[in-house]
């Protein structure tokens, strides 16, 4: 081999070894990762409704959505306690979210699913949901 096909054949490795990480690279990088916190305020008497709903189907029609669950939880002191369910998603970014619930919202599992356990009333009052980005100091969450 000549020196300059040698040459010319080094100094392409770094270029090559970028295009494949890039190529190879997730979508959903750490930084387009956008989560979201949901809180869900149930009307009296109606949280195991929902935690069952959540327990038993909506966490896996998320996850058929592109929503990752993250976490869940419900408070332990009043005056939240007894009627609130509180979660974080991960999407991969602001536009997939949106795109993400709207396919969630007319999945006819879904609504299925929904009108079934309220078939003895509502269930959710109120819902808040605030789009959060991670911070570059935060810990990194798996």
């Given at each position: 081999m000549s020196g300059m096909d040698r040459r010319t054949l080094l100094q392409?490795?770094?270029a090559a070894a970028l295009l494949g990480k890039i190529?190879?690279?997730d979508p959903a990088s750490p930084s387009t990762t956008v989560y979201e916190l949901r809180i869900y305020h149930t009307f009296e008497g109606k949280l195991d409704d929902l935690l069952a709903r959540f327990r038993d189907h909506t966490m896996k029609l998320f996850e058929k959505h592109g929503m990752k669950n993250v976490a869940y939880w419900v408070p332990t002191d009043d005056p939240l306690?007894?009627?609130t369910l509180i979660?974080?998603?991960a999407h991969p970014s602001r536009e997939?979210?949106?795109a993400n619930w709207d396919a969630f919202r007319n999945d006819p599992e879904w609504v299925s699913v929904r009108d079934k356990?309220?078939?003895n009333g509502k269930i959710v009052?109120?819902?808040d949901s605030t789009y959060m980005t991670m911070t570059?100091?935060?810990p990194k969450l798996s």
């Amino acid at each position: 081999m000549s020196g300059m096909d040698r040459r010319t054949l080094l100094q392409s490795i770094p270029a090559a070894a970028l295009l494949g990480k890039i190529a190879l690279a997730d979508p959903a990088s750490p930084s387009t990762t956008v989560y979201e916190l949901r809180i869900y305020h149930t009307f009296e008497g109606k949280l195991d409704d929902l935690l069952a709903r959540f327990r038993d189907h909506t966490m896996k029609l998320f996850e058929k959505h592109g929503m990752k669950n993250v976490a869940y939880w419900v408070p332990t002191d009043d005056p939240l306690k007894g009627k609130t369910l509180i979660y974080i998603l991960a999407h991969p970014s602001r536009e997939s979210a949106t795109a993400n619930w709207d396919a969630f919202r007319n999945d006819p599992e879904w609504v299925s699913v929904r009108d079934k356990s309220e078939a003895n009333g509502k269930i959710v009052d109120k819902v808040d949901s605030t789009y959060m980005t991670m911070t570059d100091f935060s810990p990194k969450l798996s």
